[in-house]
């Protein structure tokens, strides 16, 4: 252990990583649903992907972009999530990698 400075200068908070912060997605990668709290402490409900044991957020716009995606280009394998913004003001942009 160690003393209350030591720890809280080596604590980090748990943070959900997010799809956007990996270089390329597999659209065969398992996909599951799980709950969370907002600030407001309301539950809600989000879908998160595992990659290599890590767990990403997958936002909902993100599903409707890739299912899109599919609509055009059905034999879609490997995409990359773009994010822009942050808070209310987040979007996100999926391409497709070959």
Sequence with gaps: MGNLREISQAYEPKKTKNIADLEA???????S???GTDQEGKSF?????EV??????V???VLEA????????PKV???KVIKKGSGM????SVIELE
Excluded at 45 to 49: C, D, N, P
Excluded at 66 to 73: D, F, G, R, V, Y
């Design 77 to 79: 394998k490997t995409i």
């Design 25 to 31: 997605v597999s659209l065969d990668v398992p996909i």
């Design 45 to 49: 409900e989000f879908h998160v992907a």
């Design 89 to 92: 003001n987040t979007s996100y």
């Design 59 to 61: 936002p909902s716009s």
């Design 66 to 73: 890739i299912q899109t995606l599919l609509e055009a280009k």
């Design 52 to 57: 290599a044991g890590e767990k990403y957020r």
């Design 33 to 35: 649903k799980t709950s």
